[in-house]
């Protein structure tokens, strides 16, 4: 019988033998190894750090407002339906309001489909967000409704809103519930109808820089063009020079305000006035009668 030791012996001094056996497994470790590799593969390529989302911000400038006068309203009046409110009311409708709300108020305009909530259905008494009442659907177009595509129409004239207001609930809304004097007086105060409003001018701030970089700009130039003349006539240069410490300012100064021209005294006095922070200087005090007649009559022309 071959001993055990020999047997080892014999089997390890042939390689090729020991590497045929062993083969298999290697192979098998290879392909587990592959199998765990290919089945991570998402999570190594995955980034784990935390993306920064893009800046959506949008910033808006404010919009172009026309100046404008907005009547008083004599709201326990109009708050009672006439044939004239309602026709006001039915020709806003059809402008503004049919497009979402649809002709017959069901809220199935061909504009308002694709509205995240839908526009408000009118013959359905549920979900109002402010209520059927005639102060409430006054305040939903005075402010619109955050959240939907209910905007604020507030730049129509109050008027028309309480007659739209009056063709919705006539027309659309079943027994709508009517106002209480307090609730109309507490209308009143809160939009201040009786009272009438004057809507001033707006107009975007970008654009409002462009015009004031625009002017200033424009009046600058008139001014440099002003003190070259000055510097052509050598009398009038030299005592312009000698009463100005800002010649710039000075003229600045002659051109803000130019009531001066209308009077010799005046002309004195615009100069005279603020002295040393105007752009002339202490010896202004200085001139002769002569020399105040020669820079009036110059300036005078000038301006």
């Not at 089945?39 to 400038?61: C, E, G, K, M």
């Not at 209910?150 to 739209?164: F, T, W």
């Not at 109309?184 to 809160?190: F, I, N, P």
């Not at 005279?272 to 009036?296: C, E, M, Q, T």
Request: proline fraction near 7%; charge should be neutral.
């Amino acid at each position: 019988m071959i001993d055990f030791k020999e047997k080892i012996k014999k089997f390890t001094s042939e390689p090729g033998r020991v590497f045929g056996l062993i083969y298999p497994y290697i192979l098998v470790v290879i392909i587990g190894i592959g199998f765990i590799y290919l089945s991570n593969l998402d999570n190594i390529a995955r980034q784990n750090v935390t993306p920064i989302p893009p800046d959506t911000t949008q910033v808006t400038d404010i919009p172009v407002v026309e100046p404008r006068t907005i009547p008083p309203v004599n709201i326990i009046e109009v708050s009672k339906s006439t044939p004239e409110l309602l026709a006001q009311g039915k020709e806003n409708y059809t402008t503004i309001c049919a497009s979402c709300h649809g002709e017959q108020g069901l809220g199935d305009g061909p504009a308002g489909i694709s509205l995240n909530p839908l526009p408000r259905n009118f013959t359905n008494k549920d979900g109002w967000k402010n209520g059927p009442k005639l102060s409430q659907i006054y305040q939903t177009l005075e402010e619109g409704i955050p959240g939907s595509g209910m905007i604020s129409y507030n730049y129509l004239p109050p008027v028309d809103r309480i007659a739209l207001a009056h063709y919705i609930r006539d027309t659309f809304v079943p027994d709508p519930p009517v106002n209480s004097e307090g609730e109309l007086m507490a209308l009143d105060q809160t939009y201040s109808l009786s009272q009438g409003k004057e809507i001033p001018a707006q107009i975007p701030v970008q654009k409002a820089v462009d015009i004031i970089v625009k002017e200033s700009s424009t009046s600058i130039q008139d001014i440099s063009q002003k003190l070259n003349k000055i510097y052509s006539d050598r009398n009038v240069a030299q005592i312009f020079g000698k009463i100005t410490s800002n010649e710039i300012k000075a003229l600045t100064t002659l051109n803000s305000n130019k009531s001066w021209k209308q009077d010799y005294q005046r002309f004195i006095n615009s100069i005279v006035y603020n002295v040393n922070r105007n752009g002339f200087n202490n010896n202004i005090f200085k001139l002769s009668s002569n020399d105040w007649d020669l820079l009036y009559s110059y300036m005078n022309g000038l301006f």
